[in-house]
């Protein structure tokens, strides 16, 4: 039985699971709420897999968060008998000028990643990618990608067994700030709490304006999966998550597969909105695929990887939550100690899940943020 204090997660997702799990493990009476079904479209998990990497052109900083995760993810499948993890490598090719690129490499280094940098041909030999000459690869064999029902599954059972109360189909409109925390429900309930934790996605500015105003903005992106030529099927499907910094962006995919959907799945990773690209509503998004949602990756796949084109079978919208610098926001709310909020995971957050709910675990069950949230304070984002 929960000894811990009572802590209401809202938000059930990737972020909110973690932390219900790892809330739950310290002994917390945790309630999770979340407004649709436990693993749902409509928020920035959909999609079915996700990358994971080590060669984290975002900054060197991350790595051992991502080293942690990686270990935390591996237990967790080891204890529920599932595979969450799939070990692929990873292999990023572009031009070293590419000053991105260059951070993926310059991570390795500085972390001490294991990773094998190649030249273009060799690159060709070893992968169906038409690396251009001039250009390099980078493998790192600790890459790889997460399966997310199976991950969420997991965290969700785990946090249950420990004695989490977890509610679907539970939608808070507001949080209410005072002696005691409340959040009250759609229906009307209004539900104490000793802490809460605000794991929100894409729904965070809407339901926290005053959390950080007008710096997390939520932009669509689409996920696409094509059926390639049956004969390149097995070359796409012995190769490695993938990425390339090029002058179309940053394209990333995983090896062919039936995870979800069958087919060779790839995207573009903008975590920041060109000047023309307008923030959306999550309420209002439109979740229909357009042929110019298409073009950019099929002009990819013309360009670097010839034997992924085919005809599009899938597509799906799913979204980014940014920062303007894309590091996390972890923090308390601006006056209220027993709020916390995990936020603004800029589109690449998944694979550090166990390892955000344990240190937000820890600082709501201490009262002391851990060290390694201090990069991810609201002040650092101009709040
Ligand atoms: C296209 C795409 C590709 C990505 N690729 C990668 C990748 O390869 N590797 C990687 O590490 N990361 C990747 N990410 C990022 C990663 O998936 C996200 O950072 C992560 O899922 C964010 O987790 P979250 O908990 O903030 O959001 P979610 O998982 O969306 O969880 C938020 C939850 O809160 C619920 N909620 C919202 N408002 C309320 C309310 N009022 N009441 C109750 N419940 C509420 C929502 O329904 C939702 O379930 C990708 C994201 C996208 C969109």
Known sequence: ??????????????????????????????????????????????????????????????????????????????????????????????PESDPEYAGAIAACRAAAVAHELMDAAEARRRFPIAVPDGWTACFTPSGGYLRVGPCLEALKREAISLGADWRTGARVREVALGERPRVLLDEGTLLPADQVVVTAGAYLPGLL???????????????????????????????????????????????????????????????????????????????????????PLAGFLDAYLPAGRGEFVHATVCLYTCTPSTDFVIDRVPGDRRVWVAGGFSGHGFKFAPAIGELVAEAVVTGEAPEALRA????????
Request: net charge positive; proline share 7%.
């Open 209 to 295: 304006p005053g959390f950080l105003p007008g710096r997390l903005k939520v932009l669509r992106r689409v996920l696409a999966w094509t059926r390639p030529d049956p004969l390149e099927v097995p070359r796409l499907a012995a190769m490695p998550v993938w990425a390339g910094f090029t002058p179309q962006g940053f394209m990333y995919g995983f090896p062919h597969g039936d995870e979800g959907v069958t087919g060779f799945k790839l995207a573009c990773h903008a975590p920041t909105a060109d000047p023309s690209e307008a923030a959306v509503d999550p309420e209002r998004v439109d979740r229909s695929i357009h042929p110019a949602d298409l073009a």
């Open 1 to 94: 039985m929960a000894r811990g204090p009572k802590v209401i997660v809202i938000g059930g997702g990737t972020m909110g699971s973690a932390t219900a799990w790892a809330l739950a493990a310290r002994g917390a009476a945790v309630t999770v709420l979340e407004r649709f079904s436990h693993v749902h479209e409509y928020g920035s998990h959909s999609g079915f897999t996700r990358i994971t990497r080590e060669s984290y052109h975002e900054g060197a900083g991350y790595v051992p968060l991502v080293r942690r995760a990686d270990a935390l993810w591996q237990a967790l499948g080891e204890r529920v008998g599932e595979r969450l993890l799939v070990r692929t490598g990873m292999v990023e090719f572009g």
């Open 376 to 383: 991810f304070a609201r002040a650092r984002h101009g709040g």
